[in-house]
């Protein structure tokens, strides 16, 4: 009769289990997994309670950040250094608005992220409801798509398009407004089939026309001072080979923006340097006397450009770039070409053409590379410079580790004095410029890579903005460095008063720090502090060498100024603080 019963149970359970229906929540776990998401960064809430319920019975890695902006900005960092997606989860209302920011960043930066939020149920959206918000009216500007799920059966094909947008074309955030009661709904799988992606408003060109690669190997192939400006484009499109067998196949020299470095080794003699507002001399007059430029992947931004009716003024221009918005609108374009970087290099590779002799050009560049290069001098009172860490970290990781950083002076001395030989290892915020980046981006990088060395080089002033994160070093034991350079100000807001405002520094000093080796040691965290130019090298040394996660605060001179600078309305041929005084 026992066995019976046990047979009779074991057949009903077997028979709930293979019935049971499913939930949108469980629908949206079973999608992430189509889409074979590995990490999730977020901070649950009401309003997704039930995607939380099912990510506890379904398990995907989830990391639990210790603010929401931590969350996008990790995500951030794993998108960055993998080129996948990174997947964040926030609740509703203050939740969702605390990803505005991180949001923004990535559009910016051309980052691919797919954003769940929650809503409150569709019954009372647009009752202001506790803790609703209109997240997708707040981020039609700042992303590339975004929908509000309205339809439990809708769930599969709008997780599946919202990957595909994010990481296709040029990429960028899609956020997924989830409103509570579609989490809960039941889903009808009988009534689902599976259909390919059908987007007919989204069809982004990746391959190049072969008349405009035509015309641009014509201009090349007589240019005398030839440049090529390679951007981010190239690193988002995996197309390091391609490009360095380009410029190698032709001897072309290299210059980078800032998100583009890596794209060739630093050390490479036809790299010239980063362009730009605090670019070097060499990189960017050679800009200011081309006579072609071949832009790859970048957008012309003004920090790169400086005064645009300076811009470039002997240069005919070769665009190529995914979005072809970006094409013609700052800088005047004479042959566009709308494509993806690796297909339109792997065009050009099988042109086979001659370029002209253009070996005074490159002894021009070089030259000026010798003769002009980023400098500084010791302090007369013996304080810590921020190129003396930057210049030891250098040597010490042999320009290998992924480097994140904020925004401001740290990001532009890590940019200058950091000789980046392998690609998708700079992660730093380029067009939004926003403080809090570094941190978090670092912990994501890490979490994609465990094994590589990942140093987060952060300002004071931005690492105070986001340095809650540290429960997470402690909770995983993630070895990340911090290297923090401790100017007791906003460095580049003060360097802009000095030189503009006349030393006016309002608002920008801040005398009052806290113990940050007391707060390393209040998570468990190594803390040191550096502030001796003398012995700087040999405890970073011993730094980056402790197994675990450290925080270094590097005590550097406040009056330091970023060198070369193009000021506002300056052309880059119009660049201060070249030679030493």
């Not at 340095?467 to 401790?486: A, R, S, T």
Request: charged share 20%; aromatic share 8%.
């Amino acid at each position: 009769m026992s066995a019976e019963l046990d047979i009779k149970h074991s057949n009903q359970a077997e028979k709930q289990t293979e019935t049971k229906p499913k939930t949108g929540a469980e629908i949206f776990i079973e999608s992430l997994k189509n889409q074979d998401v590995d990490i999730i960064f977020g901070y649950p809430g009401g309003a997704v309670l039930p995607l939380y319920d099912a990510l506890y019975r379904n398990p995907i890695k989830h990391i639990l950040a210790r603010h929401e902006q931590g969350a996008i900005h990790a995500a951030e960092g794993y998108a960055r250094v993998t080129g996948k997606p990174g997947v964040v989860i926030a609740t509703s209302g203050p939740g969702a608005t605390n990803l505005v920011t991180g949001i923004t960043d990535a559009m910016m930066d051309s980052l691919p992220l797919v954003v769940f939020t929650g809503q409150v149920a569709t019954t009372v959206v647009g009752t202001d409801a506790f803790q609703e918000a209109d997240i997708v009216g707040i981020t039609q500007p700042i992303t590339k798509h975004n929908y509000q799920v309205k339809d439990v059966q809708d769930v599969p094909r709008i997780i599946k398009e919202a990957f595909h947008i994010a990481n296709t074309g040029r990429k960028g955030p899609v956020v997924v407004d989830f409103p509570k009661n579609i989490a809960n709904a039941i889903f009808d799988e009988a009534a689902y089939e599976d259909q390919p992606i059908n987007l007919p408003g989204y069809q982004p060109t990746l391959r190049p026309n072969f008349l405009q690669i035509k015309k641009a190997i014509e201009l090349l192939k007589t240019a005398q001072k030839p440049l090529v400006l390679a951007g981010a484009g190239v690193l988002a499109a995996d197309a390091k080979a391609e490009f360095n067998e380009f410029v190698e196949r032709h001897n072309f020299p290299v210059v980078n923006t800032l998100l583009g470095l890596g794209t060739i080794d630093n050390t490479h003699e036809n790299f010239y340097g980063m362009a730009g507002m605090h670019g070097t001399y060499v990189s960017n007059m050679g800009i200011s006397e081309a006579d072609v430029l071949l832009n790859i992947g970048s957008r012309f931004d003004d920090r790169l450009t400086g005064n645009l009716q300076k811009f470039a003024p002997n240069a005919k221009i070769i665009h190529i770039d995914i979005d072809p918005a970006e094409i013609g609108k700052n800088v005047p374009t004479d042959v566009p070409i709308v494509s993806d970087a690796k297909e339109a290099l792997k065009a050009l590779l099988k042109q086979d053409f001659e370029t002209s002799d253009f070996s005074a050009w490159t002894a021009q560049l070089n030259e000026w590379r010798e003769q002009y290069p980023y400098w500084y001098e010791e302090d007369a009172e013996g304080a810590m410079l921020p190129q003396h860490v930057l210049e030891a970290l250098d040597e010490l990781t042999n320009g290998e580790a992924i480097v994140t950083t904020d925004v401001g002076q740290h990001q532009m001395f890590a940019a200058q004095y950091f000789s980046f030989k392998k690609d998708h290892r700079w992660v730093t915020s380029g067009g939004l410029g926003t403080m809090g980046f570094g941190f978090p981006a670092a912990i994501g990088a890490q979490f994609a890579f465990p094994d590589e060395q990942v140093i987060s080089i952060v300002g004071d002033a931005g690492f105070q903005m986001t340095l809650q994160e540290l429960g997470l070093l402690q909770e995983f034991n993630l070895p990340v460095k911090v290297i923090m350079l401790n100017n007791a100000c906003l460095g580049m807001v003060r360097q802009w008063q000095q030189s503009f405002y006349d030393e006016r520094y309002s608002s920008s000093l801040m005398p009052v720090q806290p113990d940050f080796v007391q707060l390393a040691a209040a998570y468990g965290i190594k803390g040191y502090v550096i502030d001796n130019p003398a012995t700087a090298k040999e405890q970073l040394a011993e730094a980056l060498a402790y197994d675990g996660p450290v925080l270094v605060d590097c005590r550097v001179k406040q009056l330091e100024l970023v060198t070369p600078m193009v000021a506002p309305g300056a052309g880059l041929d119009e660049m201060i603080g070249v030679e030493k005084a």
